[in-house]
């Protein structure tokens, strides 16, 4: 509330706020850019602040570059063609879509800037070192836990994300995948809310019309989990859900026992690491070529780290990261 | 403001006869459905798609008058979402569902004041000053919330959303109430003449005495303030506010305007054609779940049932004419 009530005050200082809106001047030491996908989903705003810990702990100068339109190609495209110009030394980049960035990631390399590639994989290119983690992986992992949950019996939903989208794709094979595992558990529907929680919310109201017996519910994101668990609440029925991101939100249900889980391989981090790698690698220290971070379901039993506001958090230790 | 005389009943007939055609169009997405899904005529079904078309109604029925005038309101996605996160804040912060209603209203006003002064004190076309007002709130709401999502507000609050009265869901209320207290106004007030007279000929409008600058001020005013409106419907019914909600809520608010049979040149067009549009691409998503429709067929099928829509429209005009 306090952060809200700052940014009140900055924004009734517009004039002020428009001109520290300029990206800032690069800082001392290296300077880094950092490219993201979108000012609205908050895994990029995890992103964002966890290479800001780590520029602030390896003392360097960083700028994050964020399309106005989310997820806007044209926009990233000519972010990466003014960056150019500004030349800073190393760049880490979320690439808004994996295929169509490549002629952009290539401009980059004929300008000789070395580049830590986080998040979605690039189609092409050359990188220092990829950080991510698998979508599949992850969806598999967490429809597990929630079938778990279910004793391996009973009805189950999918609330697909956004048609096309690399990350929805991937999160739903490994839902499927999970499912195909567990004899007893029937997928009755596998329907798409676009990653919105009012369309969630309506998609889940009109399958219990059709299906009097809905036990679990997966869902790509947790913003469609808690959309589908207020159809829920509404109809006055009860099923197990869980979600992906392990936002403050959902770990705020988990608590208080509303959402069962939400899958994450934490945003935070792999801002955190992309920065260090970009960092040690201007500084010729060893970078590992790809780091994978596990999946991990967080629950009732462990969201302790999850709970703290991610703009408090720090950066883990390099050696802690890089073996985990 | 002066209420004019006439027989009620007898331009409520004429209202009927006017929407003919769209009429048909529901009936037969009704039938369709009914064949197709044996849940699809339940009592809790056609509840269930009344208060989902309630919130698109709202937001549908403010922007009718702005294109009845011949202008358009592009910002009130924008507009929702901007007075959703405001009013969620005071909710927050107050826990009085009092104050985070006038917020939400006060803000969604202010919004639309905005707009109806750049078109008429400052001569902008309406699209492009409403396009830039969009971008404002946007850019607004984003740094304002920086990624966070507000939650968890008031029981009583909730109920504007999620309350039912007499076994009615309170939106399907509001929803109704707004079309009447709208339906008069158009129809049965001089000041809702003079809206259809500045959309059809702002010139003959204003030689025959109608304050045109006045009216257009009045009409962005009000659909900014029904977005502020469907904004605390929103809030209310999924109990969370991000940034970028109202976004995906543009294009089919626009779209219930048109297919409801107003004209985007102005002078045409009734509240009752905007409840019906809204149902219509409301029934098509309850058809599609309900149906189980892939994820890849949905943007298609919704496609062909908006254009069938209106096709049989203008097909059941055609010939009413040919008659007379």
Known sequence: MKAKIKRTLQITMLAAALISAAPAAFGAGEKLAVFTKNNTNPFFQAVRLGADSAAKQMK???????????????????????????????????????????????????????????????????FVSYVGADD?????????????????????????????????????????????????????ASQPANFQRLQALQVMENLMQSHPAIDGVLAANDAMALGALEALDGAK????????????????????????????????????????????????????????????????????????????????????MVKG | MRVTRGNLLESMREAFARLGGRLAAVILIFVVLGLASDVFLTQNNLLNVLRQAALLFLIASGLTLVILTAGLDLSVGANLGMSACLAASVLKATGSPFLGVLTGV????????ANGLLVTALRIPPFIATYGMLWVLHGLSYYYMAGDTIYGFPPGFREIGSGYLFGLPVPIYLMFVFLAIGWLFLERTTWGQEVYAVGAN????????????????????????????????????????????????????????LIGGASLFGGVGTLGGTLIGALILTLVLNGMNLLEVNANWQPLVTGAMVLIGVLLDMWTRRRAEEKS
């Open chain 1, 60 to 126: 360097v100068g960083l700028t994050q570059f964020v399309p106005t339109k989310p997820d806007s190609i044209p926009e990233q495209m000519s972010q990466m063609e003014d960056v150019i110009v500004k030349k800073p030394d190393a760049i880490v980049l979320v690439p808004v879509d994996y295929k169509a960035m490549v002629p952009g990631v290539e401009k980059l390399n004929a300008a000789g800037i070395p580049l830590v590639n986080i998040v979605d994989r690039s189609a092409g290119g050359k």
């Open chain 1, 237 to 320: 029925r009860k099923a197990l859900a869980v979600g992906i991101n392990a936002t403050k939100e959902g770990v705020d249900a988990i608590k208080a026992g509303r959402m069962l889980a939400s899958g994450d391989y934490n945003g935070f981090v792999q801002g955190c690491l992309g920065t260090m790698i970009a960092v040690r690698t201007l500084r010729k220290q060893p970078v590992p070529k790809e780091v994978l971070l596990p999946a991990v379901v967080v629950d009732k039993t462990n969201y302790g780290p999850y709970d703290l506001p991610v703009d408090q958090r720090s950066c883990p230790k390099w050696e802690e």
């Open chain 2, 106 to 113: 006060a803000s969604g006003l202010a919004t639309g004041l």
């Open chain 1, 136 to 188: 599949y992986v992850l969806g598999m992992v967490t429809a597990r836990y929630l079938i778990k949950a279910m004793k391996g019996k009973g009805n189950v939903v999918i609330m697909e994300g956004v048609r096309g989208s690399l990350t929805s794709a991937d999160r739903v094979r490994g839902f499927n995948a999970a499912i195909k595992e567990a004899p007893g558990v029937k997928l009755v």
């Open chain 2, 202 to 257: 702002p010139v003959a409008a204003r030689l025959s005495g109608v304050p045109v600058r006045r009216r257009l001020v009045l009409v962005y005013t009000v659909s900014g303030g029904m977005a502020g409106l469907a904004a605390l419907v929103y809030l209310a019914r999924l109990n969370s506010a991000e940034a970028d909600i109202g976004e995906p809520l543009l294009l089919p608010a626009i779209a219930a305007v």
